[in-house]
């Protein structure tokens, strides 16, 4: 069966590292055209490169998705272009390890904008086109973690814990319209996020998944319009677990994911 993906425009958000890298190495490979959205240009250019060396074509764009006004621009950007985006991935995301009267205030409200007010805006901005024509949709990049609260990543966790919740209610909404909505719930994966978070003890192996595997699994679930997918059974059982605890309980759990040493 032929990639719903192929001859389509897919914007990837976050796509220079990652699994924002990840799906553009996979969708490069399918057929689609690609547009790029990151703040770091010249990993970006990396990225870019490789998906034309795969035979992809790829539009770039340089962009800090928190600034005022970023998202209208680049979809006014793109309309200027003449590109019709049929499909969204959004997988922009940040996280920030701290208890949350600690942690400062200014960097929280960064990873509520990026993970929570840009995700709904890009998607509110680009789905009247997608119902309008009948096809494309949106895939978001949630969490496991959305599953449960994570303590000393408590911000990051109900961002994702949100962005689940949004994008099951859509997947609903859209129903009978030719869009689809899916989210994404990886575990951890091998990526730079964990440094970035200042996590100072990520997982390994077995727990930590590579960026590609996450990738794919996502596409997956996407081509089948389910609601949401877990890129592996560990993935799938860890969720399933919450649902069987008191939610209090399972946010303990969690406690030693994320938490500091001075804390211990």
């Known amino acids: 069966m032929a990639s719903i993906f192929a001859g389509t425009t897919v914007l990837i958000t976050g796509a220079s590292r990652g699994i924002g890298a990840a799906f553009a190495a996979e969708l490069a490979g399918r057929g689609a055209r690609l547009v790029l959205v990151a703040r770091d240009a010249e990993r970006l250019a990396a990225v870019a490169e490789s998906a034309r060396a795969a035979g992809a074509a790829v539009e770039m764009v340089r962009l800090d998705l928190t600034g005022e006004g970023a998202v209208a621009g680049l979809v006014d950007e793109l309309a ?3 590109i019709t985006v049929d499909h969204l991935i959004n997988n922009a995301g940040i996280g920030l ?8 205030l ?3 409200l960064r990873v509520l904008d990026l993970d ?10 680009l789905l009247p086109g997608m119902v309008a024509r009948r096809r494309g949709g949106i895939l978001n990049v949630a969490s496991l973690g959305a599953f449960q609260g994570l303590p000393w990543l408590s911000t990051y966790g109900g961002s994702k814990a949100y962005v689940l919740g949004w994008s099951e209610a859509l997947h609903v909404e859209l129903r009978g319209t030719g869009v689809r909505c899916c989210a994404l719930c990886p575990g951890p994966v091998a990526t730079g996020w964990f440094a970035t978070a200042h996590v100072e003890r990520p997982p390994g192996w077995p727990l930590i998944q590579p960026a590609a595997v996450v990738a794919r699994a996502g596409l997956r679930g996407y081509e089948r319009n389910q609601s949401h997918v877990f890129p592996g059974f560990a993935a799938r059982g860890a969720a399933w677990l919450t649902r069987t605890v008191p939610r209090a309980l399972a946010a303990r759990v969690a406690t030693g994911f994320a938490k500091p040493r001075r804390h211990k």
């Open 106 to 108: 200014s960097a929280q």
């Open 80 to 82: 200027g272009r003449g």
């Open 116 to 125: 929570v007010r840009v995700v709904t805006e890009l998607a509110l901005r």
């Open 97 to 104: 390890v701290g208890r949350g009267d600690e942690a400062d």
